[in-house]
């Protein structure tokens, strides 16, 4: 497994479960998705046209996109729907829970321009 650095993003009460928001850490904009039992977090980009997968629904440990209903998986960042948009896919990012705050795993080369995670609300 590659090398990451654990970037503290937002306390968990921040989103709420089967919601997604985003967050901007440096350049960098991720959807943070609170599946209840656990978070996962996404490139916030649908790959299909760009649409914000953080204004998803969530459903199971995938997310349909609002502009267009591709659906993602947020495991493993694959494609769902439609069959066509199978060989698309969005990055995906580990995550987990300390003390309340959620952090992200970045891989250490995306990490050293760090200037602060900002986490943004879903409309």
């Not at 459903?59 to 947020?74: D, E, I, M, R, Y």
């Amino acid at each position: 497994m590659n090398a990451v650095r654990w970037v503290r993003v937002t306390t968990t009460d921040n989103v709420p479960p089967r919601e997604g928001r985003a967050v901007l850490i440096g350049d960098r904009e991720i959807a943070l998705f609170n599946l209840g039992d656990h978070f996962l977090a996404t490139d916030n980009q649908c790959p299909h046209q760009g649409g914000p997968l953080c204004d998803g629904i969530v459903t199971g440990s995938s997310v349909v996109c609002p502009l267009h209903a591709w659906k993602v998986n947020l495991a493993n960042g694959e494609v769902e729907r439609p069959t066509h948009g199978k060989d698309h896919c969005v990055a995906t990012y580990p995550a987990r829970v300390e003390d309340g705050v959620v952090l992200i795993g970045l891989p250490i080369a995306d990490a050293v321009p760090f200037k602060g995670a900002k986490a943004g609300a879903a409309a």
